[in-house]
């Protein structure tokens, strides 16, 4: 009903809002001192050549992709018991059908400037299999955590999109590399270079103080201009009652949406 009635679609921030714990596990390392140290090692080590201003400026936009990154997962599956059973209510539960072209044409036709956006298959692994070394590759995207998940939820078969709002924070990413480098400079000679980035990254990092954290919202809406051209149908839940079934039917046939019916997953069926 928000989509029909308000024309926004939501994306929300994946780590704050998504309940899976593991859903970009490598951005999450970033919540703890020592998972900072372990991705400023492998960063400072095996991707940036150990050049301190590389480490740093690669540290500070994993930060960034931690904050201004936004994600929305559909599914592969046309009917799942699993789905179905997990994401609904009191099998009141409707399933809505898009396609990559759709989502991407209905981003773009938003107006929604300095955005970048992804919308791919996520890869169901074995946990540890993606440790640092794979996520951290010289040349790999930042936002590649975000399409890795653990093989405990490969029935959900997640197409995934994610909107990377990376013109509006530039500013800050400037200012967070260049408060950490001066920093740094303040920082014990003596220290190992990886634990001195360490400790003149804390005060910028730390959820009290960083900027992202403080200034970035948890949700963005994009502006949907054709709903009709987005979503190219709507399906209930197989087990809905009938006056719900006819409730989504009306509503679809108000806003011009096509009725697909109800999904017939538990209908009976013959055995010859």
Same mark, same amino acid.
């Given at each position: 009903?928000?989509?029909?009635?308000?024309?926004?679609?939501?994306?929300?921030?994946?780590? %704050?809002c998504?309940e %899976?714990?593991?859903?970009? =596990?490598?951005?999450?390392?970033l919540?703890?001192?020592? #998972?900072?140290?372990k991705?400023?090692?492998?960063?400072?080590?095996?991707?940036?050549?150990?050049? @301190? %201003?590389a480490?740093? &400026?690669?540290?500070?936009?994993l930060? &960034?992709?931690? =904050? @201004?990154?936004?994600?929305?997962?559909?599914?592969?599956?046309?009917?799942?018991?699993?789905?179905?059973?997990i994401?609904?209510?009191?099998?009141?539960?409707?399933?809505?059908?898009s396609?990559?072209?759709?989502i991407?044409?209905?981003?773009k036709a938003s107006?929604?400037?300095g955005i970048?956006?992804?919308?791919?298959? @996520?890869?169901?692994?074995?946990? #540890?299999?993606?440790?640092?070394?794979?996520?951290l590759?010289?040349?790999?995207?930042?936002?590649?955590?975000?399409?890795?998940?653990?093989?405990?939820?490969?029935?959900?078969?997640?197409?995934?999109?994610i909107?990377?709002?990376?013109?509006?924070?530039l500013?800050?990413t400037?200012?967070s590399?260049?408060?950490?480098?001066?920093n =740094?400079? &303040?920082?014990?000679?003596?220290?190992?270079?990886?634990?001195?980035i360490?400790?003149?990254?804390?005060h910028?990092? %730390?959820?009290?103080n960083?900027?992202?954290?403080?200034?970035?919202?948890?949700?963005?809406?994009?502006n949907?201009?054709?709903?009709?051209?987005?979503?190219?149908?709507i399906r209930?839940?197989?087990?809905s009652?009938q006056?719900f079934?006819d409730?989504?039917?009306?509503i679809?046939?108000?806003y011009?949406?096509?009725?697909? #019916?109800?999904?017939?997953?538990?209908?009976?069926?013959k055995?010859?």
């Amino acid at each position: 009903m928000a989509l029909l009635v308000n024309k926004q679609e939501r994306f929300v921030r994946p780590i %704050d809002c998504w309940e %899976d714990t593991y859903e970009g =596990y490598m951005l999450h390392m970033l919540d703890s001192d020592n #998972g900072a140290r372990k991705v400023l090692t492998e960063l400072y080590n095996n991707v940036d050549e150990q050049d @301190v %201003d590389a480490t740093i &400026r690669d540290y500070t936009k994993l930060q &960034r992709t931690r =904050y @201004v990154c936004y994600g929305q997962s559909w599914s592969y599956e046309h009917d799942s018991d699993a789905m179905w059973r997990i994401y609904a209510y009191e099998n009141k539960g409707i399933q809505l059908i898009s396609d990559r072209s759709r989502i991407l044409r209905m981003i773009k036709a938003s107006g929604r400037q300095g955005i970048s956006v992804r919308c791919e298959q @996520v890869h169901y692994v074995p946990v #540890g299999k993606d440790d640092l070394k794979t996520l951290l590759k010289k040349g790999a995207k930042v936002e590649n955590a975000y399409f890795r998940k653990r093989k405990a939820f490969a029935h959900e078969r997640e197409q995934r999109v994610i909107i990377n709002d990376t013109d509006q924070w530039l500013n800050y990413t400037a200012f967070s590399s260049q408060a950490i480098k001066l920093n =740094y400079k &303040r920082t014990d000679t003596e220290l190992p270079e990886v634990e001195r980035i360490f400790e003149a990254s804390k005060h910028v990092s %730390d959820p009290q103080n960083n900027l992202y954290s403080r200034s970035c919202p948890a949700t963005i809406l994009i502006n949907v201009n054709n709903v009709q051209d987005y979503i190219s149908g709507i399906r209930v839940h197989p087990q809905s009652k009938q006056w719900f079934v006819d409730l989504i039917e009306k509503i679809c046939s108000q806003y011009g949406i096509v009725f697909k #019916g109800q999904s017939p997953l538990y209908q009976s069926v013959k055995i010859v």
